[in-house]
């Protein structure tokens, strides 16, 4: 049974019109949930009211800057996740927006491609995910983790029990890492149930 996803919600600020339409139109076809904005001010007004996963922003606009506008949302949401978008790039924006824990800083004109790989990521960070593997593997990490809570086992014990480190069983449970065959009956032996139960009704 596939896991009912909630549709991926972006917020695109820039003040070129165009870029906002053709960003909308863009990711609205690839299934995301798009509202745009041209005018920085009310941004922190707007993530206040509706829970966003992702704020794409430009960094040149009057009245206020990405940069500064960036700063504001951190004071807001320290965990949202933030591409910068620039016509101007330069080391001074590109570090100031690292610091401030930007996703990415992607120069205008940008790739369709690269910007589709960047949203990838964020979905995987917080754990959406619109493909069919994906959404297994979220399954099965899921599966992992309550019955190694159930068993009260530390990843330390698992690590122990399967001769898989640590470092891979805690990416296998978080989805961050599709677990082999062989990965899987060593973890299902550690747990003392059989593989197909890690799949759950999937």
């Known amino acids: 049974m596939a896991i009912e996803l909630p549709p991926m919600r972006i917020l695109i ?9 053709y960003m909308q139109t863009l990711l609205e076809r690839d299934g995301y949930q798009v509202k745009t904005m041209s005018n ?3 941004v922190i007004d707007e993530l206040k009211s509706v ?3 992702l704020v794409v922003l430009d960094l040149m606009m009057p009245k206020r800057d990405g940069i500064e506008v960036m700063r504001e949302i951190r004071k807001h949401d320290k965990d949202l996740a933030v591409v910068i978008f620039t016509g101007y790039p330069n080391l001074d924006t590109a570090v100031a927006s690292m610091k401030l824990d930007a996703v990415d800083y992607i120069k205008k004109p940008f790739n369709v491609d690269e910007f589709r790989d960047v949203i990838a990521r964020v979905m995987r960070k917080k754990g959406l995910s619109l493909t069919p593997e994906n959404e297994l593997h979220k399954v099965i990490g899921e599966n992992i983790r309550r019955s190694r809570k159930d068993k009260t086992l530390t990843l330390k014990q698992m690590s122990r029990r399967t001769g898989l480190s640590v470092s891979l069983l805690s990416q296998i449970e978080r989805a961050e890492t599709s677990a082999s065959i062989s990965s899987l009956y060593k973890i299902s032996v550690g747990l003392q149930t059989r593989v197909r139960d890690l799949f ?3």
Do not use: E, M, N
């Open 200 to 202: 759950g009704s999937y």
């Open 40 to 42: 920085p001010v009310g």
């Open 51 to 53: 829970d966003y996963h």
């Open 13 to 21: 600020v820039d003040d070129d019109r165009a870029i906002c339409d």
